[in-house]
């Protein structure tokens, strides 16, 4: 199972940026998916970006195409979500979550294909 630690929130001004990162251990990077979703309180649970650790595929939702990217660094076991031109309607908690290493992956879109979750990290942005 792979163990994940999210860091980076914090508030910001709309129109500004955050860099979002997310540390894996317990697997061997390159052998999983991590997606990035959030959630704000009283909405259900978004996708936001997502990549496959091994062939450094990405794939993003339509709310966030052309304002974040997902990217990863291999010798710190590392995820980034770089987060530009916030949005009031961004602020949430921020999760990262990894699929099972080595399994097949159907729906990368999907919270369901991803069985290990960070605790998240606060987003806020301000006006």
């Known amino acids: 199972q792979v163990l994940l630690v999210e860091s980076g929130g914090g508030s910001v001004q709309a129109g500004g940026s955050l860099r979002l990162s997310c540390t894996a251990s317990?697997?061997?990077?390159?052998?999983?998916?991590i997606g990035w979703f959030r959630q704000a309180p009283g909405k259900e649970r978004e996708g936001l970006a997502f990549?496959?650790?091994?062939?450094?595929?990405?794939w993003y939702t339509d709310s966030v195409k052309g304002r974040f990217t997902i990217s990863q660094d291999n010798a710190e076991n590392t995820v980034y979500l770089q987060m530009n031109n916030l949005k009031f309607e961004d602020t949430a908690v921020y999760y990262c979550?990894?699929?099972?290493?080595?399994?097949?992956?159907?729906?990368?879109?999907?919270?369901?294909?991803?069985?290990?979750w960070g605790r998240g990290t606060q987003v806020t942005v301000f006006s």
């Open positions: 979550a990894a699929n099972y290493p080595g399994s097949l992956m159907y729906d990368v879109f999907s919270s369901r294909s991803y069985k290990s």
């Open positions: 317990g697997a061997t990077f390159g052998t999983f998916y």
């Open positions: 990549i496959s650790t091994g062939s450094r595929s990405t």
